[in-house]
């Protein structure tokens, strides 16, 4: 028996047991009202402070980043990514979780995405009336 959605997965009876709902997550985003999906090229920028956060993607090193990548240390609350590029929503995330962001000294640092470059799903799907889909 295949057991999917919100159900934690464990090998043995009784034992603590994580997992994140990857089904319930893309559906969660998409239906956020601000979330942008890019549909055109962005450009690339460098940056000397993450002051005002845009959408894009940015070159950051985040409080911690485990050294191997088999490392488990704090990886349950968040997801590192190895090669240290972020999503403005992974920034958010880690913000709010009181890690520490530290932007990277390199240029370009950033690739920035303006609204005009992007799309807002639930914008392009309001003029569909709900009962003719």
Sequence with gaps: MKITGN??????LFRPAQELDYESMY???MSKSDA?????????????????????????????QPEKKKDE???????????KYYTHYDIERARDLGLKVK????????????????????NELDPIPINSV
């Design 36 to 64: 942008l999906w890019p549909i055109y090229e962005g450009d690339f920028e460098y940056l000397e402070n993450l002051d005002h956060l845009t959408f894009g993607i940015y070159r950051v090193e985040i409080e911690g």
């Design 73 to 83: 240390k704090c990886t349950r609350i968040f997801r590192y990514n190895p090669e």
């Design 27 to 29: 559906p969660t985003c």
């Design 7 to 12: 159900y934690p997965k464990t090998t043995e």
């Design 103 to 122: 932007l990277i000294n390199e240029s370009p640092n950033a690739l920035i995405f303006s609204k005009n470059n992007c799309m807002s799903v639930v």
